[in-house]
C-alpha cells in the first residue's frame, strides 16, 4: 500500500549546526506534501510545504526539497537551535497520509 | 484568533465503556479531520468532513468508531466499547478548503484504556 516514511527514527544535531531530516513517499501521484513540527505533548504544527511542480522551498531557516524521480523529500534546517527539538513529520496531504515522524534533538 | 481545541484534554476509561472526544475547529474552516497518534507512530487518518459533502470514513478501524458534524462546525468522535488498543492521542485539524490545504492542527486528546 501506499506509505510515507523517514529514513531516521532519531537525528541528533549540535547547536548551530544544519540538520536534514529525509523522507520518501511511494505514490508518484502525490502533488503536495508538507512538513510539520510536533512538540513535547502538542499537536503538530506546519512548517512548510511543496508542490510537486517545484523542487525547492525555503522558508525562514527552513528548506525542503522534492526529488520526484526518487521519490523523496528532505527538510533543511539551518543553524539548528534547542527549539528546534521536536518530532518533524512529513505527510503527503493529498492521500491523508503521514509518516512516522523524526525525533530531532539539539545538543547545546 | 483561536486554533483547534479539543476536549477533554485526557481521558482514562475502562474497557468497555463508551467515550466521545470532541473537536471545535477553527471558525470558517469547512474540512475537519480526525486522526489517531499511537505511542512511536505516525498521523493515522480516520475520518474527514468537507462542508456538506459525506464524510470520508475510509481510515475509521471498525464500526466501533464513529464520527459527527453538527452544522458544519463543531465534531464529536464516538468510540464504542472502548479497547485497550485504542489508547492513543487523537488528534482533530481543521483547514479552510478541500484536501491539500494546509491542517491546522489542535493538542489533542489523549485517551487511556485500562
Known amino acids: 500500500g501506499e506509505s510515507v516514511g523517514l529514513h531516521l527514527p532519531t537525528l541528533s544535531v549540535q547547536e548551530g549546526d544544519n540538520s536534514i531530516i529525509n523522507c520518501a513517499y511511494s505514490?508518484?501521484?502525490?502533488?503536495?506534501f508538507i512538513w510539520y513540527k510536533q512538540e513535547s505533548g502538542k499537536g503538530p504544527q506546519f512548517i512548510i510545504d511543496?508542490?510537486?511542480?517545484?523542487d525547492k522551498r525555503q522558508g525562514q531557516r527552513v528548506t525542503v526539497l522534492l526529488n520526484k524521480t526518487v521519490k523523496h523529500l528532505s527538510l533543511q534546517i539551518a543553524a539548528t537551535q534547542p527549539g528546534d527539538s521536536a518530532v518533524y513529520f512529513c505527510?503527503?496531504?493529498?492521500?491523508?497520509?503521514f509518516g512516522k515522524g523524526t525525533k530531532l534533538s539539539v545538543k547545546p | 484568533g483561536a486554533g483547534v481545541s479539543q476536549s477533554p484534554s485526557n481521558k482514562v476509561t475502562e474497557k468497555g465503556k463508551d467515550v466521545e472526544l470532541r473537536c471545535d475547529p477553527i471558525?470558517?474552516?469547512?474540512?475537519l479531520y480526525w486522526y489517531r497518534q499511537s505511542l512511536g507512530q505516525g498521523l493515522e487518518f480516520l475520518i474527514y468532513?468537507?462542508?456538506?459533502?459525506?464524510?470520508?470514513k475510509s481510515g475509521l478501524p471498525s464500526d466501533r468508531f464513529s464520527a459527527e458534524r453538527t452544522g458544519g462546525s463543531v465534531s464529536t468522535l464516538t468510540i464504542q466499547r472502548t479497547q485497550q488498543e485504542d489508547s492513543a492521542v487523537y488528534l482533530c485539524?481543521?483547514?479552510?478548503?478541500?484536501?491539500?490545504?494546509?491542517?491546522?492542527f489542535g493538542p489533542g486528546t489523549r485517551l487511556t484504556v485500562t
Open positions: 511543496i508542490r510537486s511542480n517545484m
Open positions: 505514490n508518484s501521484a502525490s502533488d503536495y
Open positions: 485539524a481543521s483547514s479552510p478548503g478541500l484536501a491539500g490545504s494546509t491542517q491546522y
Open positions: 471558525s470558517g474552516h469547512t474540512a
Open positions: 505527510g503527503s496531504q493529498g492521500n491523508l497520509i
Open positions: 468532513f468537507q462542508g456538506n459533502s459525506a464524510p470520508d
